[in-house]
């Protein structure tokens, strides 16, 4: 009992030594920045830090990623198990999916960036003049980054992404102090959800406001353009993809894809399928379910009516390459050859579904010139 | 006796299979329709005769032609090597129509170079296979001038096997998915969409494979006892040994260019065929080769296509998973290998 007591005492003077100890005061209360369309991430932004969640890096992913990114410098650690913390401002950075650009351009970022796997694959005018002027490294490919560039590099974060969690340079870099953090915008299903991930690079870079502005100025933008479809007069029957050797590979019915073709107002005939990537069909029941389809948009890479011929003779058997409605994504190329729709489409569909409008129903945006689609030659 | 019965009931299954391959599809079109469309009837359904006139009836025919010429050479590799595992592509040939393929498809972000959109795709793909077999066919046929012993010609070919899978392995590290993506497919086989003049081209080549098989079939004959045995009967083994490489070349080269690589066909056929009709004359197996692997084809392509489904599987999938089970049931079944 008698020890008991001097224990208590020891403890009580202890106790009363930590709590005088000075503590920066950080700010706790939540700034109101949210996310509501994605479904891979969220954030909770505060004035001093921001905590980045994303939740589906990858399909089929166990794993919730935390990121802490501390906007002013504070001995205080946030309570919580990070995967990685980053401080604020961000003087240099990588990226590793042309997804990634539009955001780091609208937010006027770019000039931090100093690597990125494949600059080739960048169609950005802005990012290649700052490629042209070395300003960028090529860090080699997704699969098989130079290891020695990016740790020579020393980038503040890297922002990564995996398709199925396995990525043995990472680990390395993560050894070395260079912070990892998965972006997952391409796992997104839906247009405004890709297109939310700009708030994911506003949260790591204390953009937090742009980034809020950019997005609502694109999905107010994407509800007019939906909106236009109650005027409509038909709902065209809609076919995409293209053969190669005897499968028909196309967007299946769940996809981002066929999202914007419903959203424009025009029936895909593949719409009651599922399942993730593309579906592959046998050549005869492509033929005999969407022969009489009205339009055909993405027929892979092909840009004009001649090359898909000399490719595939039964193309001439569907009416759309008969009638001449079939619109490609492959003519806006960047600079280096880089389909410039893979890069800005998932951070722009407000364009995505302006285009689609025109092509469906070219009386209700007359005016509009197409930005990715034209038709083929 | 046995072996008359035999052949009979491979020519009833090769017709069977033969109806089957056209009558079954993605899409469900009643026999009565496939009969009609195939005499060359007009259906009331434009979209089914198309299909059955345009896309089943060419596949079928190349599965025939792929599948007969391929076990055909296989049988002539395994006589001239006296090795049951050598197969049609033994010398290297796919090796080097991969590398061709490997080169336009997966060359344009390693070297540079690729496939342009004002030529054909397709026609490129073919080139380039026709050109890498080409190159590898005139190798092997240098060398065998050259060599006494055939075994050497086994191992050299096994040495461009080695020599191609390397480059093909250092172009698909700085390739991208898109172009993997490409070449893969390529490489797992298709026997659809051929045209007509495609299939004409692939008809010669085998035509002529075959028509050299037969000639060549009592000096097969006489090697099947080793290579002395067959010299003291006055058989001209170099010559020999140059017109069995000719045919299969000519055979596996044109096979590979149009249809891709097509696995295990020509590995299996002729065991199955030799357990079938218990000989190892080849005036009996040249036929029957033909015929069984023609038949196997049809088969495969007829599961490959996955009826009354929207889904198909690539051929080399079929061929190998529902080949290889049923060659090892067979063999330890009949407990020891004729050969």
Redesign the interface.
Known sequence: MKYFFYILCIALVLGCQNSSKETTKIEAKQLGYSVKHAKGFSIEVYKDFAIIEVEKPWPNSNKNYRYLVQYTSTHDQVKGNFDAIISAPISSYILSSTTHIPSAESLGILDNLVGFP?TDFISSKEARKRINKDYITDIG?NQ?LNTELVLNLKPDVFVGFSVDGANKAYSVFEKAGIPIIYNGDWVESTPLGKAEWIKFFGALFNKNKLAQQKFEAIEDAYYKTKQLETSAKKKPKVISGS?????WYLPNGTSWQAQFIKDAHADYIYKDTSGSGS??????????KA?EADIWISPG????YE?ML?????YK?FKAFSTKTVYSVAQQKGETGGVLFYELAPNRPDLVLKDLVKIFHPELLPNYNLHFFSPLQ | MQTSKSILLLSLCFVALLLLSLSLGSVYIPFTEVLKALSFQSLDNETWQYIIQNYRLPKTVTSILVGGALSLCGLLMQTLFRNPLAGPYVLGLSSGASLGVALVVLGSSSLGFGLSAEISERWIIVLASSLGSFLVMLSILATAKRLKDTMALLIIGLMFSSITSAIVNVLSFFSSSDELQKYIFWSLGSLGNLSWSEIGLLSICCGLGILLSIILIKPLNALLMGEHYATSLGINIKQTRLLVITATCLMAGAITAFAGPIAFIGLAVPHLTRQLVKTTNHIILVPSVVLFGASLLLLCDSIAELPFSELSLPINAVTSIIGAPVVIWLLVKQKYIRF
């Open positions: 494949n490919q098989q053969l190669y050797n005897d499968k579906l592959a069909l046998a050549f005869e029941s492509v033929l005999n022969s890479s092909y840009t004009s090359a000399n490719d595939q003779p039964h058997k």
